[in-house]
């Protein structure tokens, strides 16, 4: 009895965190394993992840520094998301071939479009290098000496690893903000080309009105092929190179899933802050959020504004406004769902624990004794350089395109990086830039900054002056005479400059020169102790808790997500059919009832094609789930994810791919800084309604044949 008791509780309390964590492959422990495999996966720890045999660590890939991807045949095909491949799928339409609007399928090998600059990797390995770091850390050494003598580890073990092969590349990693480190080794493959894109209103359905929230009917897809040189390796574009043959592809399931079927991701989650304090989640909502929410706000109406007036600019600003838009949208999901779901007073009651521990022993534990007061103080010292450091960002580094380009460029040179071909560098920066709409972006986001930013040590002082003293404090002149008078405002001139000290007396140098002084402010304000404090703390709880297993925050490395497929359980569904809420998997039924209910919502625009198509609702019979009887569109998992995960493939038990994952929910949004158990959810799109889009929308026969279909 009390056997059977004990184990129980055991899975019981695994359960009830089983979902939560991040776990880095080549990493994972062997209680992390033994939940695995209890969960239902039917796969070995060497055919998830080895260095000496294929295992399926081989098949997933990051895309371009900012996605994950999943290769899906022997010659090399990857599925990813829509809304990774934008940029590239924006970068090859016109207003004559627009691929974001009608999608885009490479009949032949030979249409398949190569990406500039976009690349994937591979990960070979990762091996915990944490003793030999910080082993060679004096000392008493201040933070300073430390950084040092890290960073000179680092390099010394990057140059012991085996670059024989081509693209190979390595990296050291701290984790647990620098209480571990790791090294990690990867492939890397330059010539990646875009071969199927699905319309707009399919990959991006729903737009913001639907971004991070569930229901969603989001066809959220785009498929490359990576290429290589005849002997496979990685190469530059070339016409000559040929389709890659991975090492391991994933096959693909149709069998589907229900409610409790093992699911996992593998893929690159960007970055999460777990064991944030609760000051740095209040300074986060403050300084953070809340800035970054307003400031994109006015950028976003004048884009929305300008991308309704023409197709040309509609396609030009689409990526730049979906980037903007994605976490300024976030950004407010975060705040909400923080505040909703009692974050901060949760942080409180553990930091309570911590000090009631350290006080049991106040000499092996002393460090931490203080640490909440210094944390206090830490946040109340910086928040106005903190806030003003993001209205800084928000305003002219990535607000104008033409400023943000300035300011890039001489910040580098400043810094000694001016890399890169300055003629190169306008050609691809001014390829996207309508003027006159960068110029209602840079005064709007002018005029804001200096209506916002806490404290006149952060203005902007040589354009105060100027605009006070010549233009009678109206800035919108000052802007008229910045932009006739900069060569920076005029393309067609910029192009013939051939490098950035050509342009050194133009206004626009000037008036970036005065941003970066006020940046230089906001660094002499800043004490930034807060993240030492933020390390201290982490390692008090993880010292506490020292039996539980913690995961590291998410930094880029590849991680494995594990968990259920498994519906939300209330129904808060914005728009659309209530009952689908509560469902795991959305219906053609409820894509449709979005469409119709939404007459005048451009997010639920459809072009004709589609509206046909999926109103016919002729799918081939092998996409349909058994048990809904119908196509399955979007599902749920409990699968731990971020931003940068987006693409990752969605694996069932024998590692087959059943979907990608493309976003998280509205309820549970503060995900970031506190994952919730019961709310948190990764939404995926059924790999079934990805094939009958390729193969039933588009005749796309020749990609479906290239996969293994189980
Ligand atoms: N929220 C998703 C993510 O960050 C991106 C979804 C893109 N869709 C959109 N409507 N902007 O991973």
Known sequence: MRKIAFILLTLLSLNARADEGMWVMGNISAKVDSVLHSMGLELTAEELYSTEQPSLNNAIIQLGGFCSGVVVSPDGLVFTNHHCGFGSIQDHSTTKHDYLKYGFFAKKFEDELPNEGLYVLFHIKTVDVTDLILGAVPQGATELEKDSAINATSFRLMQMVDYSGKGIESEVNPFYKGSKYMLSVYQ?????????????????????TDNWMWPRQTCDFSVFRIYADKDNNPAEYSKDNVPYHPVKYAHVSTQGYQDGSYAMTLGYPGSTDRYLSSYGIESTMRTTNDVRYQARGVKLDILNEAMRQSDALRIMYASKHASSSNYWKFSLGQNTALDNLKVIDEKQQLEKELMEWAAQDTVARGQYIGILDSLKTAYQQDYSSLYAYNLWVESFYGGSDILGFVVRNMMGAMNGRASGDFHEKVEKAYRDIDVPTDKKVFLALLKNYIEHVPGEQFLPQGL???????????????????????????????????????????????MAMD??????????????????????????????????????????????????????????????????A????????????????????????????????????????????????????????????????????????????????????????????????ALQR?????????????????????????????
């Open 188 to 208: 890397r493959y330059d010539d990646v080309r875009l071969v199927y894109a699905p319309p707009q209103c399919l990959g991006k359905y729903g737009g913001d």
């Open 464 to 510: 105060m002056h100027e605009v006070d003293s010549i233009w009678h404090g109206d800035y919108s002149l000052y802007v008229d005479n910045l932009y006739a008078n900069s060569v920076f405002a005029r393309p067609e001139e910029i192009k013939q400059v051939h490098d950035f000290s050509e342009a050194a007396d133009d206004p626009m140098v000037t």
């Open 515 to 580: 941003a970066i002084t006020a940046l230089y402010a906001v660094y002499g304000t800043s004490r930034g102790n807060e993240s030492e404090y933020e390390r201290l703390l982490g390692d008090g709880i993880r010292e506490m808790n020292h039996d539980k297993e913690y995961y590291p925050d998410a930094n880029f490395t590849m991680r494995l997500s594990y968990g259920l497929c498994k519906p939300i359980d209330f129904a808060p569904g914005t728009t659309g059919l209530k009952e689908e």
């Open 582 to 677: 509560t469902n795991l998997i959305t219906s053609p039924r409820s894509f449709l009832n979005k469409h119709e209910q939404n007459p005048d919502n451009l997010d639920f625009e459809l072009i004709p094609q589609v509206y046909k198509w999926m109103k016919k609702g002729k799918f081939s019979p092998q996409y349909i789930d058994k048990r809904t009887g119908e196509l399955p569109l979007c599902f749920l998992t409990t699968n731990d994810i971020t931003g940068g995960n987006s693409g990752s493939g969605m694996f069932d038990g024998k590692g087959r791919v059943i979907g990608l994952a493309f976003d998280g929910n509205w309820e549970a949004m503060s995900g970031d800084l506190k994952f919730d158990n």
């Open 682 to 710: 990764c939404i995926g799109v059924d790999i079934r309604w990805v094939l009958s889009v390729m193969d039933d929308y588009s005749h796309a026969k020749r990609l479906i044949k290239e996969l293994t279909l189980e």
